[in-house]
């Protein structure tokens, strides 16, 4: 599995076909709600080449960072 970030204002851009999420309200945001994550298996989506990929290792990194988790 492969992931990515993209910005908010990338939505319109994405082929939902081509990735594991079904829908805009799938998305995982930060919190600002400025970007979110995507991901895919297999060959990367025409969308997304040039793109930053992560591995699981990488992305969780992110995800667990103050921007991407929210205080109980």
Excluded: A, C, H
């Amino acid at each position: 599995m492969k992931y990515t970030i993209l910005n908010t204002e990338e939505l319109n851009s994405v082929n939902f076909d081509e990735v594991l999420e079904t829908s805009q309200n799938t998305l995982r945001y930060n919190n600002q709600k400025t970007k979110f994550v995507l991901k895919f298996k297999g060959n990367t989506p025409s969308f997304l080449v040039n793109k930053q990929l992560y591995d699981y290792e990488g992305i969780m990194q992110i995800l667990n960072s103050p921007d991407w988790t929210q205080e109980d």
